[in-house]
C-alpha cells in the first residue's frame, strides 16, 4: 500500500543537467465537451472509412479545450513524485491541464484505467530510455491511480536501474527502466557521467527487460556533440576511448545494436515493441534569454511550425530501423508524438521546476526554463492516451 517512495533514485540530477546542457546545445545546434467515443465503440471505426492502410492517423489531429480533463490532479495522484508537479512548484494559471487531443480523422477512446490493468493482467510493461520516458511513466501512473479502490496493494519499488509499480490484484508491473543511450553508458548510474557509450553493448540492460510483455523505447535527449564511444569494457586496459563530434553515426550504431537484440531475443509472439518520437525540445532566442522559449507562454500554439530544435536525422534513423526490422517480422510501433506536442508551448515545466522548489525565497529565472519536459497532468498524458489505443485493439 504505501509507496516506497523514499528509496527511489532521484533522477533529477540527471534531468537538471541535460536539461541544461541541451538549452545550452541548442544555441549551438539551431526550438465545453465534446462526446468521446465509448468503449464499445471500435476505436478506430471512423478513420477506417478513410483509411491508410494501417487505420487512422492519431498522430495528425489538433488540441481542444475540454473542461472534462485533465483525468487526474496532482491532488489525487501520490505516485506523480517530485519533478513534474509544476502547481505545487508554483503555477498558478491551470488551463494548460485542459486541452484535449482529437486526430482529424477519428477519436481517441477515452482512457479506462480499469480496461487498461484488465489488458495488463499478469503482464510488465516498461519504458526503457530517457527523461522523457520518465515524464511518460509517471503519467501513466497517475492515469490509473486514481481509479483504483484505495485498498488497491500498490508499491513502487527500485530494483537497479528499474523503478516499478507493481499492482498485486492484477500481478501488473509498469515499469521505467533507465539508460539514456540504450546502450550500456557511464550514464546508466544516478549522476552524470561524461556521455561515454559503449555501443554494441546492450545485454546488459536487455536481460531487466526482455520478459516484457510491452516495452516503450526512447532515446534522443542525451545525444549530444562530443560524445565518447567505448570499444571494450568499461575499466578494462585494452579499453579505447574516442571523442566524437558528431553523433550521428554513433546513434545509427546503437540503433542496429537495438535492432539485432530484439530481432534475436524478442519473442515475436508475445512481446508488443512502441519507439517514441523525439519530445520537441521548445528552444530559441526569446525577450527572456535564449533557452526560455517556453517561459510565461500560456496557450497552445495552432499552426503547423515545427520547432527546428527537435533532432530530425536522429528520428530519420529510428524510423529506417523500424523499416529494417519490419522486413525481420519484428513490429515496432512508432510513437510519433513529436509534431503533436510541439503545439504545446505552454506545457512545459518551464520555470515551475525543481530548481525552484523554494517558492519564494529565490527569484525566478527565465533562463533556467525547462522547456523539455512537461508538467502533470499534460502532454505526456495525450501519448499515454495513443499508447492506450494500441494496446487496448485487438
Ligand atoms: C475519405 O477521403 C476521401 C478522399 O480524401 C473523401 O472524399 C471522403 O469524403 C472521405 N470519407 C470520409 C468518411 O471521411
Ligand atoms: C509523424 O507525424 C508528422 C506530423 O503528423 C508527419 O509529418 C510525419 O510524416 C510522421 N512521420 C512518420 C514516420 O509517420
Ligand atoms: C471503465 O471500464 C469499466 C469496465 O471495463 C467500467 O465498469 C467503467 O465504468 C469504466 N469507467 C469509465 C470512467 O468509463
Ligand atoms: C504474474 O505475472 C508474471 C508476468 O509478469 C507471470 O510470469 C506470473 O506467472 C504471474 N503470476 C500469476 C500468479 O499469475
Ligand atoms: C481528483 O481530484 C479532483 C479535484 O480535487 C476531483 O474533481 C476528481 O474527481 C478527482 N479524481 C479522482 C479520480 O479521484
Ligand atoms: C502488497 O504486495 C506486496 C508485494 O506482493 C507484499 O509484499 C505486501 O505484503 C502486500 N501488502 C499488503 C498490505 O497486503
Ligand atoms: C569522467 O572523466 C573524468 C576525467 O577523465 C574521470 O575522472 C571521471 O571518473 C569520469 N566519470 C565517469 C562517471 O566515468
Ligand atoms: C566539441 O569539441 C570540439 C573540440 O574539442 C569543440 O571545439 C566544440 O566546441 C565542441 N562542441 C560542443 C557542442 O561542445
Ligand atoms: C509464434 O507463432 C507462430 C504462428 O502461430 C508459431 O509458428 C511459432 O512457433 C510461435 N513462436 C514462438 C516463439 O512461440
Ligand atoms: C510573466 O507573466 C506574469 C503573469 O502574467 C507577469 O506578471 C510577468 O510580468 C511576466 N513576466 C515577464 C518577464 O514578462
Redesign the pocket.
Known sequence: MAVGEKNMVNFFPIVALIMFAISIASLFRLDKTINVVSLDNPIFSKAQANATKNGCNLFSGRWIYDTSYP???E???SLIGDIFTCAKYGRKDSKYQNWRWQPHQCDLPRFNATTLLEELRNKKLIFVGDSLNQNQWRSLLCLIE??LPPTTNKTVVLEGNLKKLYVKDYNTTIGLYWSPYLVESDCDKKMPGNRTIRMNSIEKHARHWSDADILIFDTFAWWRPNVTILWGSFGSPNAVYKKVESYQRPYEIVLNTWSEWLEYHINRNKTRIFFASASPLRSGKSRWGSNAGCYNETKPRSDDIYWRSHPKDLMKAVESAIENLKEKGVKVDYLNITQLSTYRQDAYLSVYNLGFKDIGLKPRNPAKSDCLHWCLPGVPDVWNQILYAYIIKP
Do not use: E, Q, V
Open positions: 483525468l487526474y490532479t491532488g489525487n495522484c486514481p481509479y
